[in-house]
């Protein structure tokens, strides 16, 4: 359903606008928009609730100075938002983000949220998604951890993310309710929370290569992972501060160089133990890994099951 956002009806205090989402959380807003923004609501059937990431509202909003959204904590849904012009700002987890053009933030509706126009500026040019379901909360899981904690980040110069979300608009503008258009938009949902991600692996915020010594550590620690290997080793391999050298690694890589070591040892686990007749102690000494229950431990972690588990699955399926 798209609303229509008539001149004369800029500003809405009835709450029930977002029916959809909650009828228990609490919200303050103002909609100072231009009539010609966009704001569609979305009606999956209970079946793809169940089974698949899905659309719960969308669009697209040219924003005045008077313009906010603050909402109370319990709301099951995500939200993500790219500005495409303007300035806005977020108030979110006791921090302040400014929201400039290319920014785009990804939240958790469940926890309470502030977000409007800087006023300063008078305008802000916004393309949003709200969404939830299916394992959603794993890739959200991810995007913040791997972004060290925030909730903000800025977009490859394709503008990748905010041309899903108006596929999403265009989709739902001529929407014709059918469970195949359900089941597409779930995936446009889906590249949209891998592309959020993916981001991450650009350094917008520099105007260098990635480090040659940080490219070699990766391949040092690739074809040696069967050796031990600490941080110490690194540290006097490339005549840098441990402590620096990690932090270097982790910005330009996402990991830090234990976790892609443990990420490495534990591809090749995977592939001896679907190849091999091993034991798993022989595995877990062959790629690096002298405790074999550590090495449970780890694998289970990153898998979701035993390395034994894991084994069983492949050979029944083959």
């Known amino acids: 359903m798209e609303k229509e956002l008539s001149a ?6 009835d709450v029930s606008n977002f029916k959809d989402l909650s009828k228990e959380v609490s919200i303050d807003y103002e909609l100072d928009i231009d009539p010609k ?23 697209k909003f040219y924003s005045y100075a008077n313009h906010y959204t603050k909402r109370g904590s319990g709301l099951q ?13 977020l108030e979110y987890n006791n ?26 500026v008078g305008i802000w040019h916004t393309i949003w998604v709200h969404f939830y379901g299916a394992n959603s909360s794993e890739y959200y899981k991810q995007f913040i951890s791997l972004n060290n904690g925030s909730c903000i980040a800025l977009q490859p110069s394709d503008n990748t993310i905010a041309n899903y979300i108006q596929k999403l608009i265009n989709i739902y503008s001529n929407h014709k309710n059918h469970i ?14 891998a592309e959020c991600i993916n981001s991450l692996s650009f350094d917008h915020n520099i105007n260098v290569k990635v480090p040659d010594f940080i490219k070699d550590a990766q391949d040092y620690l690739t074809k040696n992972y069967t050796k031990k290997i600490t941080l110490d080793d690194l540290s006097f391999r490339y005549n840098i501060n441990k402590y620096y050298f990690q932090k270097l690694f982790k910005r330009y890589t996402k990991y830090t160089p234990n976790q892609f070591l443990t990420y490495i040892r534990l591809n090749r ?17 062959e790629v690096g890994i002298n405790n074999v229950n550590h090495f449970i431990n780890l694998f289970k972690r990153q898998e979701g099951i035993t390395p034994n588990a894991f ?8």
């Open 95 to 120: 921090r302040k983000y400014r929201l400039t053009p290319g920014h785009f933030f990804w939240i958790d509706c469940r926890h309470p949220q502030y977000y409007y126009t800087n006023k300063e």
């Open 311 to 318: 084994r069983k699955m492949w050979y029944n399926n083959q």
């Open 37 to 59: 923004s966009i704001w569609i609501t979305a009606a999956p059937s209970s079946h793809i609730k169940e089974s698949y990431v899905y659309l719960q509202e969308c669009g």
């Open 180 to 193: 195949i258009d359900d089941i597409y938009i779930s995936g446009l949902l889906t590249m949209i929370m």
């Open 269 to 285: 686990a995977k592939e001896l133990l679907r190849t091999t007749t091993q034991s798993i102690s022989e595995i877990s000494f």
């Open 8 to 13: 004369d009806v800029a500003i809405f205090k």
């Open 77 to 89: 849904s995500y939200l993500i938002q790219c500005t495409l012009s303007g300035e806005g700002t």
